[in-house]
Structures are given as C-alpha cells and as structure tokens.
C-alpha cells in the first residue's frame, strides 16, 4: 500500500480496513522525514513489510516489489494512493499550468499506477484487485482543482483500458472516488475550507466522508463478493456528485 503519511491519510483507513479482514500488509514510506509519523502506523497495523518508497526515485517501487516477490510470493491487493503537483502549478489556472509541473503531476499522480500495475501482475497469477483513489474534478470542473482534474482523468481512463488488458487474469482494477477529506495532500488545494462545506450542504446525505467510508468500501471491493466488478470509479462522497 503506497500512500500513507500520517493517520489522517485516506490510505491509513484503507489499510485499516484491510487489516480488520485479516490481510497481512505491506506498507512503504516516502523517506526519512515521513518516517517518525508513519511508523507507529505500522505498528499499530502489524504490517510485516515496512519499506521506503519514493515514486520519483527511480528504482524504488521495483524493490519494493521484488521483496514481496521474495517473501510473500504474492499479491491479493494494491493501493495507490498518491497524488503530487508543483504548488505553483495546482495553485494556477490550468492555462497557466508549466509543462514541467503537467509531466511532474501526471507522472507521480497516474503513471505511477501503470507501473504498480505491471510489476503486480505477475505477483497475482491468482488474480487480485488493484486500487487508486480519484476524484470528482475529474469529471466536472471544480474551483481550484485546476491541473489535477485532467490529471485525475487520465487515472480514471487509465483504470478502464488495465481492467480491460488484465480482466482475463482475473485482476480487477477500481478508482475510488472519495469526498472532500481535510488531509495534506488536500491542504495543497485553494480554498478547501469552502469545498468541505459545499460538500456537506449539498450531498444527499448531508454529510462529510471519513477515511474509514473509503476504507470500508475499498476492502468490500477487494473482496469475493464484489468479484463481478472492475473498470468503475466508484464515488464514497455522500451522493454528491449526482447534484448538478
Ligand atoms: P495524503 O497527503 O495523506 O496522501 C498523499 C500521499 O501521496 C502521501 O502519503 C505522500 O507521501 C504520497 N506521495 C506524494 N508524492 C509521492 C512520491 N513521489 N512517492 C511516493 N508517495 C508520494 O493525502 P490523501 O488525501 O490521503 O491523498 C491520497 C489520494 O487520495 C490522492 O490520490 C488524492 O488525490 C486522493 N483524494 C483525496 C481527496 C481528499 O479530499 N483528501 C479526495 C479525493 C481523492
């Protein structure tokens, strides 16, 4: 599971609820400054593999890989959940936007899935369930989502044509689609305070989402019951994105 800074991350409640499923976990780490506050996660977890991870350091997600091949042999599940733009660039208007910061937020926020993706295939000859979290600037505009709704996008396409090449061997692959949750990566994003807000007022449920929603419903989706389904984003947003 890539994606855990600290116990406000939508990744934590993931793998929270993976683990009250009985999964064993293996969880990276971006680098040594993450570490004082992901550690205890781990702990708390009971995860067996603890290893570092950061997507832009080429190399490191394969040797992540390869010591679960080497100890585990295996893999049930996947999450992604990882996203990164320039600040400059998520905080200007997408015309604005640097080529740079597009290859820098595309690379790390969706090819970054693509690659995860092909080194767990040969890991799931069983099959299995990969996971990436989306969200709904993807397909509507957003105020102030800027850059990451295209980038968000090409993950949702993304996860439609790997659902499509792996489904034959059984690996089934799911963007979630989670609202508005006050964590650091959502701290990077204008005026977030107001998007919770909208959130609450408009969605159906007139309430917010926690990380243990997402996590609820990603460990069902992992799970045989939910084996007839692949290729979707699947909202946990309290209803709010069928408002208009
Ligand atoms: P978070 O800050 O807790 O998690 C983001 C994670 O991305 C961090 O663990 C960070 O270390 C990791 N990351 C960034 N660059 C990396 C790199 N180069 N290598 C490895 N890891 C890297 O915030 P979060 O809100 O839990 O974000 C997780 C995912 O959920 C993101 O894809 C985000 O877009 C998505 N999401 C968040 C919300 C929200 O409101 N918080 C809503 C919908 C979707």
């Known amino acids: 599971m890539v994606g855990i800074a600290n116990a406000s991350s939508i990744a934590y409640g993931c793998a929270r609820a993976f683990r009250t499923q009985g999964a064993d976990l293996a969880l990276t780490y971006l680098n040594e400054k993450a570490l004082p506050f992901v550690e205890p996660l781990r702990d708390e977890l009971d995860a067996e593999l603890f ?6 350091i080429d190399g490191m997600i394969d040797a992540v890989f390869d010591e679960i091949s080497r100890r585990w042999g295996r893999l049930d599940f996947l999450l ?4 990164f733009a320039p600040r400059e660039d998520l ?4 015309t604005d936007c640097s080529r740079d910061g597009f290859l820098m937020a595309m690379d790390i926020s969706c090819h970054t899935f693509i690659r995860m993706a092909r080194l767990a295939e040969p890991l799931m000859a069983d099959g299995g369930t990969l996971f990436t979290m989306t969200y709904h600037g993807a ?4 105020d102030h989502y800027n850059v990451m709704g295209p980038v968000k996008a090409a993950l949702e396409s993304t996860v439609r044509y790997l659902a499509a090449e792996l489904g034959p061997r059984g690996i089934r692959v799911h963007a979630i689609s989670p609202g508005p949750i006050r964590t650091r990566a959502a701290s990077g994003i204008d005026r977030f305070d107001a998007l919770m807000e909208q959130a609450a007022a408009r969605a159906p449920a007139r309430q917010l989402v926690g990380i243990e929603d997402v996590g609820a419903v990603t460990a069902f989706l992992a799970s045989d019951a939910a084996r007839r389904m692949t290729g979707g984003t699947i909202y946990v947003d309290a209803g709010y994105n069928i408002m208009a």
């Open 80 to 83: 992604h959940s990882v996203a």
């Open 139 to 142: 397909e509507r505009v957003v």
């Open 51 to 56: 290893l570092p991870c950061d997507l832009r």
């Open 91 to 94: 905080q200007g208007r997408l």
